[in-house]
């Protein structure tokens, strides 16, 4: 760091300060426009992003569904016919 401080103070000499001056101006320029392209991406992006709302159904039997039927056990335990019947 030294060694470039040394080599710019040579060749730029009274004039550094304008030169710092005008590098740091020309910096700040560069970060304000990335930021205005960053802007631009979040603003394109939250456009696109947002959800569309399903459409509404148009007849009441598609806005009610049948849930499937429940297990009911028999409340009698099943008795074996006797093997005569078996023919």
Do not use: Y
């Not at 080599?7 to 910096?27: D, E, I, K, M, T």
């Not at 049948?66 to 016919?81: G, I, L, R």
């Amino acid at each position: 760091m030294i060694i470039i401080m040394i080599v710019a103070l040579l060749l730029f000499g009274n004039r550094l300060p304008q030169v710092a001056r005008s590098v740091g101006r020309s910096f700040m320029e560069f970060k304000k426009g990335l930021q205005g392209i960053e802007d631009e991406l979040r603003s394109a992006t939250a456009e696109t992003a947002k959800p569309t709302p399903p459409k509404a159904r148009e007849n009441e039997e598609d806005k009610q569904t049948n849930p499937a039927p429940k297990f009911v056990p028999p409340s009698v335990e099943p008795q074996e016919e006797p093997a005569s019947r078996q023919a």
